[in-house]
């Protein structure tokens, strides 16, 4: 009999998790598990508050390989899920019988039509926080003491590093589109104690856009919509994620991370696009939750192949945490596109997220850690 191959597209945490589980239930063929060309996988968690700060290196931050699998860092650039190929940045073309797409996200670009954006990157003073390339980048800038930096956008990863980098002693301004910045992750009344934490710390100015750059021997002016021009040492760009290549819009999946109209390929973390009833579709790119994917993606496709019992319907229930200014934001599963937000406590903040069905599908607090970890197993239950 043939061997099988499954092919896992992507060695980040949706990709090992995949991988892992596949051998951890007993799968006897060849798993190949694909990554970046020249670049060990690593947890992306620790970009920031690890490399960034300069409390680890990016050898330290490496995933190992998943004992039983092969892993081949060699870039997918395509693959044709008819053909069951994929096509390597080497040149090489691969086949499999199955594949796990889980290729994840990469950050979000300012519009390279802004005035003097181009030049300000090419001088190293913008950049991205998402890679160990970028943090490394940031580290060394910073290196020389106490800087001017500008981070654009208040998500959890600009906020974060704003929090990180005031803590580490730096003149941070933070500038974000949106007046109360976080609004779809957190629910408006924990992302207005947010707003209000970093208003207490550093410089905001929120319901602001970037217009324009202008790069000097020594600085970076930021030209904001409002004809405001702020002086920087630094400017990082923190505007979310897109999936990555090579499938840049995401891939649509069902409810067991199967690919729409293919039998054989599945997908899990940033790159998959989930449904959410009504229609409603959603990505979401956070660690533990892509690393959930991952093995609910490979429990699905061994029961495809009738090794292992249906796992279900993927629910997002995963816990995620951030910590700013000295305070602990922390939630568990997602807040869904048009879902019901209500108060399940006031002291400690605890926000819940529940579909108009009222069943729970979300939950968040502000120091809280010990109540999101019990209401993380009453989530998606009516």
């Known amino acids: 009999m043939r061997e099988l191959t499954i092919a896992v597209i992507g060695s980040g945490a949706a990709g090992t998790s995949a991988a892992r589980t596949l051998v951890g239930l007993g799968f006897g063929g060849r798993i190949l598990v694909i990554g970046e060309t020249g670049r060990a996988p690593y947890n992306r968690t620790l970009v920031d508050k690890g490399l960034m700060t300069g409390l680890l290196t990016a050898e330290q931050m490496a995933l190992p390989a998943v004992a039983g ?8 650039l395509g693959f044709d899920a008819s053909a069951s190929s ?63 930096v500008t981070v654009l956008g208040a998500g959890l990863v600009g ?20 007046k109360v910045p976080l609004v779809p992750a957190l629910g408006r009344a924990v992302a207005e104690q947010v707003a209000d934490l970093h ?63 293919e039998a054989s390929l599945y997908a899990a973390g940033g790159v998959a696009v989930l449904p959410f009833g009504d229609g409603r579709r959603l990505r979401i790119d956070h660690w533990d939750d892509a690393a959930a994917q991952g093995a609910h993606a490979a429990r699905s496709l061994l029961h495809s192949l009738g090794q292992v019992d249906d796992p279900g319907p993927y629910r997002a229930s995963s816990r995620f945490s951030i910590r700013l200014h000295g305070t602990t934001i922390a939630g568990a599963g997602v807040a869904v596109p048009g879902v019901v937000e209500r108060a399940a406590s006031y002291e400690p903040l605890i926000t819940v997220f529940e579909s108009t069905e009222g069943t729970p599908t979300g939950v968040v607090g502000v120091n809280a850690a010990r109540q999101i970890q019990d209401w993380s197993t009453r989530l998606h239950r009516t």
């Open 199 to 261: 208003r207490g710390h550093v410089t905001t100015l929120f319901g602001r856009t970037a217009a324009a750059f202008k790069h000097h021997s020594d600085q970076v002016d930021l030209l904001l919509d409002d004809g405001r021009v702020i002086e920087s040492d630094l400017v990082i760009v923190a505007h979310g994620t897109v999936a990555s290549p090579p499938a840049s819009e995401g891939l649509i999946v069902d409810d067991r991370l199967r690919a729409h109209g």
């Open 159 to 178: 906020s974060e590093a704003a929090s990180l980098l005031h803590e580490a002693g730096h003149q941070v301004t933070l500038v974000a589109r949106s």
């Open 69 to 76: 699998t092969e892993r081949l860092l060699d870039t997918a």
């Open 86 to 148: 994929i096509r390597l940045a080497s040149g090489a073309e691969l086949r499999f019988d199955a594949a796990i797409v889980a290729t994840g996200s990469r950050p979000r670009l300012l519009e390279t039509a802004l005035p003097g954006l181009p030049e300000a990157i090419a001088t190293g003073r913008v950049t991205t926080l998402h890679s160990t390339r970028d943090a490394e980048a940031i580290r060394g800038r910073l290196a020389v003491g106490p800087r001017r």
